[in-house]
């Protein structure tokens, strides 16, 4: 279990290579990495700047990592998320999950996502062309997204 | 937890909008006898000027945490040493 904040790039070779290096007992890898679209909508956006609560932010992702792996039979698991501007087409969000078999490796990556969605304590601002910027809504989907773990935990995937 | 003349002073922070209608980021206050829940604090936090009623127009949209962990408006405070105002997350 790992977890970073930093506003450097992140390489996901490099960080499967890093999870997985030495392993035998690893059977499936999944990423998921979240990009900045170039449009809000309709509207373009020039950058988008990442504002968060240092402790809290880490503190969050620790405990969401941590849910997923009472969840799920996870041999491996890191959560790396960027701070500061980025500009479209820029990582902004890693997470890796590994396990002797897939089906806990995409259900636990998915879970982690809409967990830290919706839980971590980060911020975007958008910023358009005419200079101007704006906070990004949260969206109704993400706490849609949320309730389906709460629903139906799923102990079962191996 | 001690007892005595400084355990009612939090630090409060603020995020993202929130922190931008207010002015700053962070502030030491002294908090009040009768404020005893985060809705509380909002309510006495918005006697404070029109930054603060600005930032907590609409309160149901402000989300909060006690040191550092997700609370409710009818989560107590405690003792709590930093409370934290802003509005929902939007990372990932």
Redesign the interface.
């Known amino acids: 279990m790992s977890i970073r904040v930093q506003t450097e790039d992140f390489n996901i070779g490099t960080e499967i290579a890093g999870l997985t290096g030495g392993r035998t007992d690893i059977g499936a890898v999944v990423t998921f990495t979240g990009t900045v679209r170039g449009a809000a909508g309709e509207s373009p956006i020039t950058s988008m700047t990442l504002e968060h609560y240092p402790g809290m932010t880490e503190a969050e992702l620790a405990r969401v990592e941590a849910e997923a792996n009472d969840r799920w039979p996870l041999s491996a698991s890191l959560i790396v998320h960027r701070i500061g501007e980025l500009h479209p087409g820029n990582n902004i969000v890693l997470v890796v999950t590994a396990s002797a078999h897939r089906h806990a490796a995409f259900e636990a990556a998915e879970f982690l996502m809409d967990y830290l969605k919706s839980r971590a304590p980060f911020w975007k601002k958008e910023a358009r062309p005419d200079g101007t910027s704006e906070w990004v809504d949260a969206r109704e989907t993400d706490t849609a997204a949320l309730q389906r773990w709460q629903k139906s935990p799923s102990k079962a995937a191996e | 937890m001690t007892s005595g003349t400084k355990t009612n002073t939090v630090t409060l922070?603020y995020?993202?909008?929130v922190r931008e209608k207010i002015g700053f980021a962070e502030e030491e206050i002294f908090l009040p006898a009768e404020v005893a829940t985060v809705a509380e604090l909002i309510v006495w936090l918005k006697t404070r000027g029109e930054t603060y009623q600005a930032a907590f127009d609409k309160p149901e949209v402000v989300r909060t945490?006690l040191d550092?962990?997700?609370a409710r408006a009818d989560t107590p405070i405690a003792n709590a040493r930093e409370i934290?105002f802003?509005?929902?997350?939007?990372?990932?």
Not at chain 2, 86 to 92: C, N, R, S
Request: hydrophobic share 45%.
């Open positions: 922070r995020f993202a909008w945490a550092q962990t997700h934290a802003f509005p929902p997350v939007t990372g990932g």
